[in-house]
């Protein structure tokens, strides 16, 4: 479902050349749950970018249900991402001027909507899953740090995604959230989601079943 | 539930940050001020320039030599002036050969005391002879101007059919004029013998300079100079045939020359100034634009990461402006009607020159294009933030006070 193929970014730091992703291989398939884990900087949140098509890779390619991500114009590439891709980037990314609920249902009104339809029964129904149903009217700037990754992660999966990508989604939380968040990837994955997480601490993960890959310096440890 | 379509994302963004909100239209609202001020004055003054060629038909004017500048005045602003010839001088300076029609007037001071309700300039004109006045008089009154009638400016307080007293005399307000921006709005038409036991009356209560005047004085006569004749020419022939007599010319031509060279630097320095304004509030609003724009990085990286593509993107900031824009020049079209209505009438004293209120399609017309200029000036200014943050990456986008 998702090939990562030999995945290579360069970056230059003072002057030097060196590789922040380094010839990453790996899949994961329909329902899967991989976590990767590695220390401040080895590479992760570029390998996520990649992945989500934010960010071109430098060798290599990402295949997302056939389509490779590196040779698609922005336009497919946005539609794809909107359609395809739930992407929960690092800190705080729900936005402050809307509501929780119009948050969830943004990515809706975002893409091509031949049908028309309206998000917001799909909305509520991924609030209430995410167990922050009555804080629907709430602006996020009302929100816990917790309540607020619960509400990125319920729009990340508004348009019913393949992949669902998460960078360091329980680094600001504490053990007890952190475990619910994780609990809510497993639960994503086992209703036939590819899910992502990228995290640096493994305790939430206690009792999940998942597969592991780790980074070092940009290379497979 | 609402669509949360462009317009809308747009709108709840703008009313979410009312601080910023403002700042940005107060900025066109500035600026459509500047732009709908500056446009009715240009035009004012270029309907007053007009209103004084149209009523200059004639190609010179001769007075007592060293009162040209007070027959300008009197002219282009309505000043009072109170200078004559002799009769028997009169005759013999409208017999001159290069002079094709001629036509005397007497001008006469209203005073500003118990014996007068305004203060005015008298003009007398002879109906037989007069070319110049008569035709748009007679617009006003088909009849003609008989004893006892007077016709007012448009800016004398009176109506037709009122009662005005001028020198201890009542007279009847005839027709009152339509507005010409020129001294005519100060003005009262009185024919010839009219004019004259206006004049008596005015030497008889004492008026200014009354004392050397005969009663059968003339102050100006105005000239149309045979057509083979050059107007130097004939200011050479007047000058020196009556050189005895000191008779001084103004050249209407001059004249409205001086008013127009006063008109093209009024409207340069108007101009230069609008221009200035609409470049500053340019540079102002892509400053404030690219500052906001750059404070909502991570926030426009969501929107791409959430499967915005660029254009979309753009989109949103372009409208976004484009309703702060429309907000302003909305607020800035109120204030300066706000400000035009209750200043008109000082505008025109305030610029010294032929100044004819603009009308209501002149209005509307500045007012549109006005607000077409404050309209593109927040998208215009924005444009430049908006293509750098699209083309920006991003995950370098997300990486912003993440
Ligand atoms: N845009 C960039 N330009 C230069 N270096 C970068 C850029 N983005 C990331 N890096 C560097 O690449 C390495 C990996 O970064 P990142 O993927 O963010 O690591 P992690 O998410 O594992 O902490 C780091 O050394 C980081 O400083
Ligand atoms: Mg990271």
């Known amino acids: ?221 | 539930m609402r669509r949360l379509n462009t317009l809308a994302l747009s709108l709840r963004n703008i009313l979410r940050r009312p601080y910023r909100t403002v700042c940005l239209a107060g900025v066109v609202a500035l600026l459509m001020c500047v732009l709908t001020g500056g446009g009715l004055l240009t035009t004012g003054l270029r309907n007053g320039a007009e209103s004084l060629s149209g009523r200059l038909g004639a190609d010179a004017l001769l007075v007592p030599a060293g009162y040209e500048h007070e027959a300008e005045g009197a002219l282009l602003r309505g000043e009072p002036s109170a200078f004559w010839f002799d009769a028997e001088l009169a005759e013999r300076l409208m017999a001159d050969v290069n002079i094709e029609r001629a036509t005397p007037q007497l001008f006469i001071s209203s005073f500003d005391s118990e014996h007068c309700d305004a203060k005015v300039q008298f003009i007398g004109v002879d109906p037989a002879t007069d070319f110049v006045v008569s035709p748009w008089l007679s617009e006003s009154l088909p009849g003609g101007l008989r004893d006892g009638d007077i016709i007012i400016g448009s800016k004398i307080t009176g109506k037709a059919g009122s009662f005005l007293t001028f020198f201890g005399r009542k007279y009847t307000v005839a027709a009152k004029l339509a507005e010409t921006g020129i001294g005519f709005d100060t003005s009262v038409f009185v024919n010839m013998p009219t004019a004259r036991t206006a004049f008596r009356d005015y030497i008889a209560l004492g008026g200014q300079g009354g004392s050397t005047a005969t009663t059968d004085a003339v102050s100006s006569i105005v000239v149309k100079v045979k057509r083979d004749v050059s107007l130097t020419e004939f200011s050479r022939g007047i000058r020196y045939g009556f050189r005895a007599e000191n008779v001084g010319v103004v050249l209407t031509k001059t004249l409205f020359d001086s008013v127009s060279r006063g008109l093209e630097s009024m409207i340069t320095v108007i101009t230069v100034i609008a221009a200035a304004l609409f470049l500053a509030a340019l540079g102002v609003l892509a400053i404030l634009f690219s500052v906001t724009v750059n404070e909502r990085r991570r926030e426009f990286g969501v929107y791409r990461a959430m499967g915005a593509t660029k254009i979309k993107l753009a989109t949103l900031i372009l409208t976004e402006s484009a309703l702060v824009s429309f907000t302003g020049a909305i607020v800035g079209a109120g204030l300066i009607a706000l400000i035009y209505f209750s200043f008109d009438t000082a505008i025109g004293l305030a610029a010294d020159m032929p100044y004819l209120k603009p009308n209501a399609e002149q209005i509307a017309f500045t007012l549109l294009t006005s607000f077409a200029v404050s309209l593109i000036a927040g998208p215009l200014a924005s444009g430049f933030a908006a293509g750098r943050i699209t083309n920006s990456v991003t995950s370098v986008l997300l990486r912003e006070n993440a």
């Open chain 1, 1 to 221: 479902m998702l090939t990562v193929n030999n995945v290579s970014k360069l970056y230059r730091r003072g002057g030097r050349e060196f590789a922040a992703v380094d010839g990453i291989t790996f899949t994961v398939a329909k329902g899967g749950f991989t976590v990767i884990s590695g220390h401040s900087g080895s590479g992760k949140s570029t390998l996520l970018n990649i992945i989500a098509g934010l960010l071109k890779p430098d060798n290599g390619t990402v295949t997302l249900d056939g389509a490779d991500l590196t040779a698609l114009g922005d336009r497919e590439l946005s539609e794809l991402r909107n359609q395809k891709i739930g992407y929960i980037p690092q800190g705080h990314s729900v936005l402050e001027n809307l509501t929780v609920l119009e948050n969830t249902a943004l990515p809706f009104y975002l893409g091509k909507r031949p049908g028309g339809g309206e998000p917001y029964s799909a909305a509520k129904t991924l609030l209430t899953r995410m167990g922050i149903a009555e804080l629907a009217g709430q602006y996020p700037a009302e929100l816990s740090g917790g309540e607020l990754r619960r509400a990125s992660i319920a729009r990340a999966l508004i348009n019913s995604p393949a992949l669902l990508i998460a960078d360091e989604p329980t680094s600001d939380l504490d053990l007890d959230n952190a475990r619910t968040v994780m609990s809510l990837f497993a639960d994503t994955a086992n209703s036939g989601v590819a899910v992502i997480v990228v995290t640096h601490e493994t305790q939430s993960l206690e009792g999940l079943t998942y597969s592991s890959i780790k980074l070092k310096s940009g290379k497979e440890d």
